[in-house]
């Protein structure tokens, strides 16, 4: 009698292809995972980016932002962005401010965005502090000064960071 050759796997074969493929499975999950929050955290900075180019772009135009009941305001000084506490900051236009100088100790007198909120777990640091253009060059007054300002971007659970970089002359760098 002739036996034919057996064809199929053995248990221990299924356990062992079973074995590699829970673990290629978990590695990919952990990695997806960690992307995701570099993910958010590069979000939240570009972001950020985004309104302060947002702020600068408002000044070079001269646009009007309009009061919320319609009417124009009679004056503009500037706009900016300030940083309200660790996980909010504001875009906002000032009506006071002198073009030709930079203010000191601004105080941000109309949200034209609400507070902008980080994503959770993500924090901003130099608190209280703004950056302020000034119609119509968009001239980049730091907190009333011409001094740069770094802008780090912090998610907590990771530890990992993006930082912001802002010159006087209104060059913004994400590092």
């Not at 958010?40 to 985004?50: D, I, W």
């Not at 009941?69 to 706009?79: A, F, L």
């Amino acid at each position: 009698m002739i036996l034919k050759p057996r064809q199929g796997f053995t248990l221990l074969e299924m356990l062992i292809v079973l074995a590699i493929i829970s673990i290629m499975a978990t590695l990919i999950l952990v990695r997806y995972r960690e992307g995701q929050k570099t993910y958010v955290l590069s979000q939240a900075a570009q972001t950020l980016v985004g309104n302060i180019r947002e702020a600068q772009n408002l000044a070079i135009t001269g646009a009007e932002v309009k009061k919320p009941d319609g009417n124009d305001y009679p004056r503009i000084g500037g706009y900016g962005i300030y940083i309200k506490d660790e996980t909010h900051y504001v875009l906002f236009m000032n009506e006071e401010s002198d073009p030709s100088a930079c203010p000191i100790g601004l105080v941000p007198q109309h949200e034209i965005k609400t507070a902008v909120k980080l994503p959770d777990g993500t924090t901003i640091d130099q608190l209280g502090k703004y950056i302020f253009y000034t119609p119509p060059n968009a001239h980049t007054c730091i907190e009333g000064d011409d001094e740069p300002i770094i802008f780090t971007i912090r998610q907590n659970s990771s530890g990992r960071k993006i930082e912001i970089y802002v010159n006087a002359a209104g060059r913004i760098e994400v590092q």
